[in-house]
């Protein structure tokens, strides 16, 4: 399951569908759980992602995307939802994995800097953060 939460007026959220199918392809790839799963994404601005990025990481500019990862598995372990359940969310009974930033006004540059589509560049900083 993905959360898109815009705090922006300008983000295309016809793409939004295009980005459930990246989680799903990647997570299937790595042979992660789709199920009973679900990821955070926030769609923010310029000043936003600089905010977040002088805070979190000490780095005083813009960047595109920002990723924070809600467990402590190392890489290439299998998330296994039973070793969370006290993270289960009791709504929806699914388990949070992590939250992504990504900054429209940056994605929107980066596509015209590197001759793609927007949604291209959109989904790539997904699956990065990802």
């Not at 372990?77 to 992590?98: T, Y």
């Not at 006004?105 to 927007?118: D, G, L, T």
């Amino acid at each position: 399951m993905l959360n898109v939460y815009s705090k922006i007026r300008t983000f295309d959220n016809t793409i939004v569908s295009d980005l459930k199918e990246v989680l799903k392809t990647a997570f299937k790839f790595l042979g992660q759980p789709v199920k009973d799963v679900k990821y955070n994404l926030y769609v923010v601005s310029k000043d936003y992602i600089h905010d977040l990025n002088l805070s979190s990481r000490g780095v005083d500019r813009a960047t595109d995307v920002l990723s924070f990862p809600n467990l402590d598995i190392k890489a290439g372990e299998i998330i296994d939802i039973n070793n969370f359940k006290i993270d289960i969310d009791p709504m929806d009974n699914s388990l949070l994995i992590g939250e992504l930033f990504i900054c429209n006004e940056v994605a929107k540059r980066q596509a015209v800097k590197y001759n793609h589509s927007y949604r291209r560049e959109f989904c790539f900083l997904f699956l990065h953060g990802v």
